[in-house]
């Protein structure tokens, strides 16, 4: 979002059913953006016109559309976003939400919804008829975000990196912790490895525990090759800081990782998290994998460092 308002601000969200597209307008509507879903576009040139006619200062409008909606033919709408980006007085955008058709079978498989499209076929033909409709959007789009590893907050967040009105973009800091038995998370831009500590895990008084516990606090900062690691970790992380926030960064994520996310990665994120405030700034503490049941199968599988 622009910080003049001389223009419409105009953005297009479309792309694959369940990918995402229904968070992101959520994510925008947060943001400021005047949100419209699942909008006819056989209003949309009406809706442009109205909006306009109220002038400068209008607020920035995010319409989200899919194959769903009615009408819906992608050369009318190619045809149409053209004459718009020729006006003066329009800045239109188009977004594309888009996610692997693996990912997306799961994700239909796991909450056992129906594909809105599929009118009795199996969901990878639906999806294959879907993305064959919509493949000229995606070629014509200015952003495409694939959330095939996304989880909810990493679209949020990038949603939030691309459309953030840029006065508000002062660097906007997160501090991760996650399991490693489930992958590095995709939105991450330092990862710390904390799998060379001592494992709590192999500790029966401390194994139902997690990092956010005294006890397992004491027991990873008694760990002799902790405190030199970790201060040389913090000491990069504060000394990169202020290149990042020079070069205008909107957002940073710091992940700690090991192998089930549970221990040794909460402290970690949570210790750093405590010294980022302490000097002043705001990081948002995240632990992805802590209440995972999985992570500690496999941990729990054989010894691991």
């Not at 990038?158 to 998370?185: C, D, Q, T, Y």
Request: hydrophobic share 40%; net charge neutral.
């Amino acid at each position: 979002m622009s910080e003049t308002h001389d223009k419409l601000e105009l953005l297009l969200v479309t792309g694959l059913l369940g990918a995402g597209k229904t968070t992101a307008l959520r994510q925008l509507e947060d943001l400021g953006w005047e949100m419209i879903d699942n909008f006819p576009l056989r209003f949309l040139k009406r809706q442009v016109q109205d909006l306009l006619a109220e002038g400068p200062g209008s607020s920035a409008v995010a319409i989200g559309f899919d194959a769903r909606t009615r009408e819906f033919v992608p050369r009318k709408f190619l045809e149409y976003l053209a004459l718009l980006e020729a006006r003066d007085d329009v800045s239109v955008t188009l977004l594309f939400v888009d996610c692997a058709g693996q990912e997306l079978e799961r994700r239909y498989n796991e909450t056992r919804r129906p594909h809105p499209l599929a009118q009795g076929r199996p969901v990878h033909e639906a999806l294959a008829a879907e993305r064959e409709l919509l493949a000229r959007l995606r070629e014509r789009a200015d952003f495409v975000i694939d959330t095939t590893k996304f989880t909810p907050h990493d679209l949020q967040q990038s949603i939030r990196e691309h459309f953030s009105p840029k006065s508000e973009r002062r660097m906007a800091l997160s501090v991760m912790s996650f399991g490693f038995a489930r992958g590095i998370p995709p939105v991450a831009d330092l990862v710390f490895d904390m799998r060379f500590l001592d494992n709590p895990h192999w500790d029966e008084k401390l194994r139902p525990l997690t990092g956010e516990d005294e006890a397992v606090a004491r027991h990873i900062e008694n760990d002799p090759a902790f405190a030199d690691a970790y201060g040389q970790i913090e000491d990069l992380i504060l000394t990169l800081l202020p290149r990042y926030e020079a070069q205008g960064r909107g957002y940073l994520t710091i992940a700690f990782g090991c192998t089930g996310g549970r221990h040794r990665s909460v402290f970690t994120a949570r210790k750093l998290t405590e010294r980022l405030r302490a000097t002043g700034r705001s990081p948002t503490l995240i632990h992805r994998t802590l209440k995972s049941r999985g992570a500690e199968l496999v941990e729990g599988t054989q010894p691991q460092p």
